[in-house]
Structures are given as C-alpha cells and as structure tokens.
Nanobody
Framework: QVQLVESGGGLAQPGGSLRLSCAAS????????MGWYRQAPGKQRELVAT???????VYADSVKGRFTISRDNTKNTVYLQMNSLKPEDTAVYYC??????????WGQGTQVTVSS
C-alpha cells in the first residue's frame, strides 16, 4: 500500500502564491506518474498537472503559465507551485500517484481558497 500526505493548502489573496507538497510512503515500487487534480464545489474533479518519468509535464489550459509541477524522486514527493492565483482556483486539491506495480493512489485532499 502507498500512503500520500499532502500539505501546503490554505488561504491566499488573488495574485498570491501557494506551494503544495505530496509525499508518498509505504510499499513503493517505482512511481511513474505524479500529479494534482482539483475539485470545486458542485464540479467534477479535473486534472491540474501531471509529471511522468522521462516526459514533459502536462498542464490544464487554465493553469498554464501560472502553476509549475515538479518532483523529487529521491523523496517520492511531488510539488505544485501556484502563482498568480485566481478565485476560480479555489478547490480541494488532490495528489495522485501511479506506480509501475501497477497501482493508483489518491491523497486525502487539501483545501485551497483564493479570496480577498
């Protein structure tokens, strides 16, 4: 089993920044893809960004140029740097990991609120 622990959510003003982290632990085989999804009230969960070994990151159009995903394979951790935040970025953000075992895992979610 793989456990994912997210951190870094909170309240930010429009135009502000937040950085999310997600650390994977447990019985981990090679992690192939790490990513972030989000779900706003009344809406479906949507992809924010993913990063796969040996490939370029993929971003939702709505966050391109503002968010940056990165990973530290030595720490089994993925990060999401969120800049120029907008009120429409308000959502619960979920970490998602896919291993080569194979297996897919979700974090518990962290709230991001963008409001003045």
């Amino acid at each position: 089993q793989v456990q994912l622990v997210e951190s870094g959510g909170g309240l930010a003003q429009p135009g502000g920044s937040l950085r999310l982290s997600c650390a994977a632990s447990g019985t981990i085989f090679i992690i192939n893809t790490m990513g972030w999804y989000r779900q706003a009230p009344g809406k479906q969960r949507e992809l924010v960004a993913t990063i796969t070994r040996g490939a370029s990151p993929v971003y939702a159009d709505s966050v391109k140029g503002r968010f940056t995903i990165s990973r530290d394979n030595t720490k089994n951790t993925v990060y999401l740097q969120m800049n120029s935040l907008k009120p429409e970025d308000t959502a619960v953000y979920y970490c998602h990991v896919v291993t080569l075992a194979p297996g897919a895992y979700w974090g518990q979610g962290t709230q991001v609120t963008v409001s003045s």
